[in-house]
């Protein structure tokens, strides 16, 4: 091999040794950057997956929040309701002491009564309440007629005393009573009723024989 050889085969060999670490470079480049977008996508997945636990925490501390609210709004509506319908059975029971208007009372009554039922925790509080207004209605209408004759034995006055006086109890204890105690309350407000009822219908026929 003469010098002209041995020097192309030496530059060969240099270019070769060039181009491979070359490509080594590429490749260890290449691998590298992979591997880092690997890490960067792992890293994007569990900070995507960190933020939507922390959203769903948020909108459950928010949910529960609400709730809340709700739950204080209803309860402060039931109370004041509660209140309404309470004045308004108290305001009925004596119109025809003060010449009241007894029809304007009535619908105060149901009124309160209904806004009661929006929030009441209680259906079958608000089933027995919607005989009660129409009972005290009917018993002012009686105590009315049996306050403006002296000489009247006052039955449908004592009566309706009993059963406001009854209702008022009940409607102050309800909402903190437990479900013995409300199960107590509701028979004594159904036996009540029956008495009442019983009460005003012989109160009628009295009043019906009595006309001319």
Request: charged share 25%; with cysteine; proline share 2%.
């Amino acid at each position: 091999m003469n010098s002209d050889e041995i020097w192309l085969l030496q530059l060969w060999s240099g270019a070769f040794a060039a181009a491979g670490s070359g490509l080594v470079a590429v490749l260890v480049l290449y691998w590298s950057n992979r591997h880092q977008s690997k890490l960067a996508e792992i890293a994007r997945r569990q900070a995507a997956h960190l933020a939507g636990e922390q959203l769903e925490a948020q909108e459950r501390a928010m949910r529960r929040q609400l709730d809340e609210q709700r739950a204080e709004a209803s309860k402060a509506r039931y109370f004041a309701a509660t209140g309404d319908l309470v004045a308004a059975v108290e305001t009925c029971a004596n119109t025809f002491r003060r010449d009241g208007d007894i029809e304007d009372a009535f619908v105060q009554m149901e009124s309160a009564r209904v806004r009661m039922s929006f929030d009441s925790d209680s259906p079958r509080l608000m089933d027995e309440l919607s005989y009660w207004t129409y009972l005290i209605w009917n018993l002012t209408k009686q105590a009315t007629i049996e306050w403006r004759d002296p000489i009247a034995e006052k039955v449908p006055l004592a009566t309706l005393t009993s059963v406001t006086t009854t209702l008022t109890v009940a409607l102050a204890h309800w909402h903190h009573a437990n479900p013995e105690m409300r199960d107590n309350m509701l028979a004594q407000l159904r036996e009540t009723r029956a008495w009442a009822d019983d009460h005003a219908e012989r109160y009628t026929d009295r009043l019906t024989r009595a006309d001319p």
